[in-house]
Structures are given as structure tokens and as C-alpha cells.
């Protein structure tokens, strides 16, 4: 059974930092791409910042760049958001997703999501 499971969010002040992990299970880690997705409230789901398979290429939005660092460690089957300096407008639920594909169909699987408030 596939499972992303998010952990790691909270109650921060402004200028503070949380580090997120997704701990997968259920599929072979290192074959996927991995990302963080955030959706606010009345907003749609955006994506955060995305990782290739070896971690050796990495993407953000533009609202974070400098601020957020994705990570993965293979070994522990473990993807992390580093976030910095964050705030008020980073207050979202946060998910972790993985995907891959191959000829027959696309894999794409979604954790729970952990909220995140940046808030005085």
C-alpha cells in the first residue's frame, strides 16, 4: 500500500522556520520525483518546490525561492521542506506528492497534508 505521510507543521511566528517531512512507503522511492504542494484557503493548490529522482535538480516558486530548500534522502525513503523566514502568506496545508510513469499509466500519490500557520 502506497502511503505519503506529512509531518512537521505548526503554529510559527513570522521570521520563523519549520522543517516538513513526507516519509513514503509502498513504491520504490528513488524511482519518483517528489514535490511539496501548499493550498490556502479560496486559493487553489500551487506547487512549492520539486525535486528529480537523485534530488540533483530542484524547482521553486517563485514566492519562496530563497526561503524554502527541498531535500530527499533516498535511503530513508524521506523527502523534507526546509522552511525559512517565513511568512503569513505561507499559511497553508501543505502535501507532499510523488510521481513517476511508464508506458501503460502516470503514478501520481498524495499525502494527507499538514497545515502550516504563520501567524503573530
Known amino acids: 500500500q502506497v502511503q505519503l505521510v506529512e509531518s512537521g507543521g505548526g503554529l510559527v511566528q513570522p521570521g520563523g522556520s519549520l522543517r516538513l517531512s513526507c516519509a513514503a512507503s509502498?513504491?520504490?522511492?528513488?524511482?519518483?520525483?517528489m514535490s511539496w504542494y501548499r493550498q490556502a484557503p479560496g486559493k487553489e493548490r500551487e506547487l512549492v518546490a520539486a525535486?528529480?529522482?537523485?534530488?540533483?535538480?530542484?524547482t521553486y516558486a517563485s514566492s519562496v525561492k530563497g526561503r524554502f530548500t527541498i531535500s530527499r534522502d533516498n535511503a530513508k525513503n524521506t523527502v523534507y521542506l526546509q522552511m525559512n523566514s517565513l511568512k503569513p502568506e505561507d499559511t497553508a496545508v501543505y502535501y507532499c506528492?510523488?510521481?513517476?510513469?511508464?508506458?501503460?499509466?502516470?503514478?501520481?500519490?498524495w499525502g494527507q497534508g499538514t497545515q502550516v500557520t504563520v501567524s503573530s
Open positions: 509502498g513504491f520504490t522511492f528513488s524511482t519518483y520525483a
Open positions: 506528492n510523488a510521481k513517476a510513469w511508464n508506458w501503460a499509466k502516470e503514478y501520481n500519490y
Open positions: 525535486s528529480t529522482t537523485a534530488g540533483g535538480s530542484t
